[in-house]
């Protein structure tokens, strides 16, 4: 049986491609606070700075502002995860 992590993945994925960006950044922001070090979060900033990022004028940005964004997020909230009482794994 999948489990509540790979299930979030998933349909976080979806919704990053088919929704607008003022519900799929709240929605993975919610995701990177409950899970533990969840790096999925950096993995689907990825994929919304390919989809909707800015690009250079040769075609190909290197800039990946929302992945840069949910690591240090990522990276800020492990310490406090020890401390909350509601992780998910």
Not at 11 to 33: D, G, K, R
Request: glycine fraction near 4%.
């Amino acid at each position: 049986m999948m489990n509540k992590r790979i299930i979030a993945t998933i349909i976080l994925c979806l919704v990053v491609v088919i929704s607008p960006y003022w519900i799929y950044i709240p929605l993975l922001v919610l995701a990177i606070f409950f899970f533990k070090f969840y790096w999925e979060g950096i993995i689907l900033g990825f994929l919304i700075d390919v989809l909707y990022g800015p690009t250079s004028h040769i075609g190909i940005s290197f800039v990946f502002p929302f992945a840069i964004y949910a690591s240090i997020f990522v990276l800020i909230l492990l310490p406090l995860h020890e401390r909350l009482r509601f992780n998910a794994q």
